[in-house]
């Protein structure tokens, strides 16, 4: 049991020392969106584990990064965005991978979400 415990905490301390990834600069890409390709462009500053900035491309753009997070090769956000007349919370989950991102996003419901990979410029 003083094993388990010991090997638990050490886990702990590990994960807590991996530090954020660094995500500051531009990164573009695109998803589809009816059958249509919708190019974006994020804009990120990464402070701590603060993350800050404005997704572009978008109906109502550019758009503040809100409640935005890295942790290790995870970046979270949320915005809110306008689509034909009605304001939708859109929550964004992503992995972190060299100099991409592969994000899920979608309404805070889960009534509609896609897929999109941003890379760096």
């Known amino acids: 049991m003083r094993r388990l415990l010991g090997l638990i905490a050490l886990s ?7 530090p954020a ?3 500051s600069g531009v990164w573009k890409g695109q998803f589809d969106f009816g059958g249509q390709p919708v190019p974006v462009t994020l804009t990120m500053k990464v402070a701590g584990d603060a993350l800050t900035g404005k997704v ?3 109906q109502t ?3 503040e990064m809100q409640e935005g ?13 306008d689509y034909q007349g009605t304001n939708y919370k859109i929550v964004y989950k992503g992995k972190v991978a060299g100099d991409e991102i592969r994000f899920t996003f979608g309404t805070e419901d889960g009534s509609w979400g ?5 890379k760096r410029t």
Request: no cysteine.
């Open 12 to 18: 702990v301390l590990l994960a807590a020392a991996i």
């Open 21 to 23: 990834a660094d995500l």
């Open 56 to 58: 572009e491309g978008l």
């Open 61 to 63: 753009t550019p758009v």
């Open 69 to 81: 997070k890295v942790a290790g090769d995870s970046v979270t956000f949320w915005i809110t965005t």
């Open 114 to 118: 896609a897929e999109m990979v941003v």
